[in-house]
C-alpha cells in the first residue's frame, strides 16, 4: 500500500469521524435559527480557507466558466439542498430514518463514482459498500416516518452524492482547498436566501456563549478541516473507496455521545459499527480498474493546496 493511499484511507476516515461528532454538538445551537446559522457557519469557513488559499502560494488555479458552475451545483445541491432537505425531513419522519436513507450513499459512490472516472464498478467494492450501509443503518436504528419525509430523506441522499461526485471533475484542476473554499463561499449567501424566507429578519441574531462555541467548532473542525480531509481523500482513493468511510458517521455519533455521557451504545449500536469496520476492510481490499490518469493528479495538487496546514463536511 502507497503512501498516496494510506494518506487518504486516514483522510477519509479522519473526515467522516469529524462529520460524526456534529450530532452531539448540534444540540448546543438546537434553538438558533437554522439556515441563519448555516449561512454563518460556512462564510467563516470560507474566510479561512480563502484566507490559506491567498498565503498558500503556489501555482494559481482560477475556475473558468465551467468550473464555477460545477462549484455553484456542488454548494447548490451538496450544502444547501441537503440542509434544507434535512430540516424539511425531521418534521415528518424520524432522524433514524433519514440517517438510515443517507447511509446508503456508500452504496452509491461505489456505482457512479467508477463511472465517473472511466471505470467499471467493482462487484466486491459495491458488496462491501452494502455491508457497510446496513452497519451504518443500524446503528442509526433504522426508524420510521410517512412517504414525504422519506422523499426528503432522498433527496437529502441525493445531495450528499453530489457533495462529492461533483468535485470529481473539479479537484485536479482546482485541489481540495480550493474546491472546499469555493463551494463554502457560494453556499453561504443561498443558505441565508433560505433563511430569509423561512425567518425573515430573524435569520440571524447574536449567539449566546454556547451557541457561538458550538458554531466555531462547527465552522473549523466539522467544515474546515472535514472539507480538506475528504476531497482530499477522494483525489487518492475514489469516490467509491473514499465513500465507504462515510458508514463511520454515525459510529462517530456514537462514540461522542458515550464520551460526552450523553447516552450508552446497545447492542444495535455495536453490531452496526462492527458491520461497518467489516465493510471497510472488505472494500480496501477489494481490486478496482485502474482510474484515470488524469484524476490520479490530485495528488500532486493537495500536496501543493494543503502544505502550510498538514490536513479539511458536515452538515448540521
Known amino acids: 500500500m502507497n503512501t498516496s493511499h494510506s494518506r487518504g484511507m486516514a483522510g477519509a476516515g479522519s473526515a467522516m469521524f469529524l462529520v460524526g461528532t456534529l450530532t452531539a454538538v448540534s444540540a448546543t445551537i438546537a434553538d438558533y435559527p437554522v439556515f441563519g446559522g448555516?449561512?454563518?457557519?460556512?462564510?467563516?469557513?470560507?474566510?479561512?480557507?480563502?484566507?490559506?488559499?491567498?498565503?498558500?502560494?503556489?501555482?494559481?488555479?482560477?475556475?473558468?466558466?465551467?468550473?464555477?458552475?460545477?462549484?455553484?451545483?456542488?454548494?447548490?445541491?451538496?450544502?444547501?439542498?441537503?440542509?434544507?432537505?434535512?430540516?424539511?425531513?425531521?418534521?415528518?419522519?424520524?432522524?433514524?430514518?433519514i440517517g438510515?436513507?443517507?447511509?446508503?450513499?456508500?452504496?452509491?459512490?461505489?456505482?457512479i463514482g467508477p463511472l465517473l472516472e472511466g471505470r467499471?464498478?467493482?462487484?466486491?467494492?459495491?458488496?462491501?459498500?452494502?455491508?457497510?450501509?446496513?452497519?451504518?443503518?443500524?446503528?442509526?436504528?433504522?426508524?420510521?416516518?410517512?412517504?414525504?419525509?422519506?422523499?426528503?430523506?432522498?433527496?437529502?441522499?441525493?445531495?450528499?452524492?453530489?457533495?462529492?461526485?461533483?468535485?470529481?471533475?473539479?479537484?485536479?484542476?482546482?485541489?481540495?482547498?480550493r474546491v472546499s473554499a469555493y463551494s463554502a463561499a457560494l453556499a453561504a449567501p443561498m443558505l441565508l436566501a433560505v433563511g430569509l424566507a423561512v425567518d425573515g429578519t430573524a435569520v440571524l441574531r447574536t449567539p449566546t456563549a454556547g451557541e457561538l462555541a458550538g458554531f466555531t467548532y462547527l465552522s473549523v473542525v466539522v467544515t474546515t478541516i472535514a472539507f480538506l480531509l475528504w476531497y482530499s481523500a477522494i483525489g487518492r482513493l475514489g469516490a467509491d473507496r473514499a465513500g465507504l468511510f462515510a458508514g463511520l458517521i454515525p459510529v462517530s455519533a456514537v462514540l461522542t455521545t458515550v464520551a460526552l455521557g450523553i447516552d450508552r451504545p446497545g447492542t444495535a449500536d455495536l453490531t452496526g459499527a462492527a458491520l461497518v469496520a467489516a465493510g471497510v476492510v472488505l472494500g480496501l481490499r477489494a481490486r478496482v480498474a485502474p482510474r484515470e490518469p488524469a484524476l490520479s493528479e490530485v495528488v500532486t495538487c493537495d500536496s501543493v493546496d494543503t502544505a502550510p496546514i498538514g490536513i479539511a463536511r458536515g452538515s448540521a
Open 120 to 177: 467499471r464498478p467493482a462487484p466486491a467494492l459495491v458488496l462491501a459498500a452494502c455491508v457497510v450501509a446496513a452497519g451504518a443503518a443500524l446503528a442509526n436504528g433504522l426508524g420510521g416516518g410517512s412517504l414525504r419525509g422519506l422523499l426528503l430523506s432522498l433527496g437529502a441522499l441525493a445531495g450528499e452524492v453530489c457533495f462529492s461526485l461533483l468535485a470529481v471533475p473539479l479537484l485536479p484542476r482546482l485541489g481540495p482547498l
Open 38 to 97: 448555516q449561512a454563518a457557519r460556512y462564510t467563516v469557513a470560507a474566510l479561512i480557507l480563502l484566507a490559506v488559499v491567498r498565503f498558500a502560494g503556489g501555482p494559481s488555479r482560477r475556475p473558468t466558466p465551467r468550473d464555477w458552475l460545477l462549484l455553484a451545483a456542488l454548494a447548490g445541491t451538496g450544502l444547501v439542498a441537503f440542509n434544507v432537505c434535512i430540516v424539511a425531513a425531521t418534521q415528518d419522519t424520524s432522524p433514524a430514518t
Open 100 to 111: 438510515t436513507v443517507i447511509a446508503t450513499v456508500p452504496i452509491v459512490l461505489a456505482l
